[in-house]
């Protein structure tokens, strides 16, 4: 059996429409062989589709602010006793146009507006990744009724550049009724330091250098206000500077336990039982680099193959450092790069410029699995 398992290809090709593709190439390769899809997320785009392929369930849409503070449509994944939810939906990157891209303006309110829509489930998911903000989640507070106030006692700003004024925090009169919260990280970055939020991501939300210090400074000083008034460090938090230190605010506000998205994903599918049964592994996503070690449902994914000797073939737009043994590299040029440096021929998911489609990774897959398995 060939296993087609790969995550989104963020801003290009999503997870499902992935894991088709690439089983199609496999069909292509190996007719008559059976070839198993299974989309996969590390809580970031795509934990809906990998989820609702997995165990179905049934999704209602709500209306929450986005990033940049016009309404956008978010969706609730219903299943068993469990609501899901991706905060991409209501801050993430792809809702801002490239060149309005700017984290000291870019809000998580809509984040805070999607929990509250789903809080009558018993238990919450939600998913962390491809935000386009570095606000420290003090805009979802502020959805939850937290006084988020400056030093004349009034509301604080949208966006990262309201974090400069932040002064004090202030509890709702009345704490919203959220059930209990698993919060999925793709990143195991604390909020703050050289692998925090700010330094980390925020080049990559459109900051430049001055954004970065001004973000940095700004998280100091909620980390500072959440140990103060709200009786929680998160400085140190792993997981807590993911999606621009939504991960901590979801920890100090909402009480939510955070966990690396890329291992609960595997284990909520039934990945193991599944792999038990391949003799090859396809895996994807847009850029594999060292982040894809530090918690990514791909580096995870590799990982378990690896220790049961299933040989891997991934697929990615960019591949960038050494590749594990018993693991083939294709991406979307004639001859994957074999250093870090020649990557930059192909940028995120673009080949020459060309955004990546799913033919793309079927050819890709079609060529490179004969090769990998010597057939």
């Known amino acids: 059996m060939i296993l087609s398992c790969p995550t989104a290809f963020k801003g290009t090709i999503g997870a499902r429409s992935a894991a088709r593709a690439l089983a199609e190439g496999a069909r292509r390769a190996f007719p008559g062989r059976r070839v198993v899809e299974l989309p996969l997320s590390d ?24 990033p940049l503070g016009a309404a956008v449509q978010a969706r609730i994944l219903s299943q068993t006793g469990t609501a ?44 962390l ?12 507070a502020q959805a939850l009724g937290w006084g988020l106030l400056d030093e004349a006692g009034e ?26 919260m698993t919060v999925l990280y793709d990143v195991r970055n604390p909020l703050l330091g050289d692998e925090g939020a700010a330094p980390v991501f925020g080049p990559q939300k459109g900051a430049g250098p001055a954004d970065v210090r001004r973000l940095a400074a700004g998280l100091e000083r909620l980390a500072d206000c959440l140990a103060r008034e709200v009786g929680r460090d998160v400085r ?112 995120g998911a673009r080949a020459e410029g060309r955004l990546l489609e799913p033919s793309d990774l079927e050819a890709l897959a079609a ?3 004969p090769v990998l398995l010597g057939d």
Do not use: C, Y
């Open 43 to 66: 809580g970031g785009n795509g934990l809906i589709d990998a989820l609702q392929a997995a165990g179905g369930g049934s999704i209602r849409n709500v209306s929450v602010t986005g």
């Open 84 to 127: 899901v939810v991706e905060t991409a939906d209501a801050n993430g990157l792809h809702l801002v146009p490239p060149g309005d891209r700017d984290p000291m303006a870019t809000t998580t309110r809509g984040v805070g507006e999607l929990l509250l829509a789903a809080a009558d489930a018993p238990r919450l998911v939600v998913g």
């Open 129 to 140: 990744g491809g935000s386009a903000t570095v606000d420290g989640g003090v805009g979802m």
């Open 155 to 180: 509301p604080i700003g949208p966006g990262g550049a309201g974090l400069a004024r932040l002064a004090r925090i202030l509890r709702p009169h009345r704490l919203p009724a959220l059930p209990p």
């Open 236 to 347: 140190g938090l792993e997981g807590g500077g993911a999606a621009g230190g939504l991960g901590a605010a979801l920890a100090a506000f909402a009480g939510a336990d955070l966990v690396p998205g890329g291992a609960w994903v595997l284990d909520a599918v039934g990945f193991d039982a599944t792999l038990a049964q391949a003799e090859v592994v396809v895996t994807g996503e847009g850029a594999f680099d060292a982040q894809s070690g530090m918690g990514k449902v791909v580096g995870e994914v590799i990982r378990r193959a690896r220790s049961r000797g299933v040989p891997v073939l991934l697929v990615a737009g960019t591949v960038d450092g050494a590749l594990p043994d018993g693991v083939r590299a294709a991406g979307p040029v004639p001859d994957p790069p074999a250093r870090a440096g020649e990557a930059e021929r192909v940028v």
């Open 367 to 369: 060529r490179e699995l």
